[in-house]
């Protein structure tokens, strides 16, 4: 029997252009492959276009961000109009009612961008070029732990897993944290994530286990709003090869298998730490011998099924 329990679909907000909706400036899109591809199917996309929201329309001047003495300002580029107060209140709207697991800016816009967004001055070359959207700044300031990624960074193939496996943990609380739970969903909740947590920030893993043990004792709302904390910094601190391996390790000595296999796996484990194989061979060999009573609580780790097996966003080789 398969232990691993149903998919749970984030809640994913996006820059609508990535998405192929005709808003960028000129008509256009920037319809983003993975995204309106092979992700789409597995989320629910909330998409936004900051720029068309302002009021702006299509097609439109272009913005730009302008240095001043109270920091970077949106500005029309030939007619000069500042819109900074006009997208920073859009923005603070949108987010106090955004509900989303993570979010997918558009690289390199002055509204939407998350990094390396020119700054420039009047005229001549920009004066920075480490300038944030301001839409997109005012989402991070609200929620600095919410996963985000720029569609530029989501080419890299261990951003994109991290974030994919970012989006899916927070849908699985968030799913858990609104729904009528008992101290003990709570309890099981931490139970199956328990791998996949220690796999990010040992630290974190020993915090939410201190405040699972308090579950039935405390507050509901106090306990979930620090369990809730502690997971999703757990989440936004990087699984390392390292601690893949502990992991594994772990898993390892949770299951049955006699001396021959042990010493298969301990191998597999190795090249993948020594970057000869991707994370997934050492995951699948141990999801295939962890058969039995023993297996299912190894089966049952979100670890080994983090996100829908038909992303196969662990095929890379570790750097
Ligand atoms: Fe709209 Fe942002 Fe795309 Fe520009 S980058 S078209 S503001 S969604």
Redesign the pocket.
Known sequence: MDARPAMTRPRVAV????LG?P???NGGH?RDRFLAGALGPHVDWVP?????EAGLGTPRETLRLEGSDRGPRLMTRTSRVDLTDRMTALAAARTAALDVDGYV??AK?P???LHGIPVHRESGPPADRRGR?V?AGVVLSADPLLPVEDEGRLHDALLRETFVERIFAHARLRELLTGDWRPRDLVAFHARHKMQILAHDPAAYRLAGRLVAQAGNRPRDELAADYAGAFRTALSRKASVGRNVNVLHHCLGMITVDALQRADLVEVIASYQAGLVPLSVPVTLLRHHARGEDGGYVLGQTYFSPYPADLALRNHVPA
Not at 15 to 18: A, I, M, N, V
């Open positions: 820059s609508g252009c990535l909706e808003v960028r400036f920037s936004i276009c900051p720029e068309m800016f558009k816009s509204s939407c961008g959207g839409f």
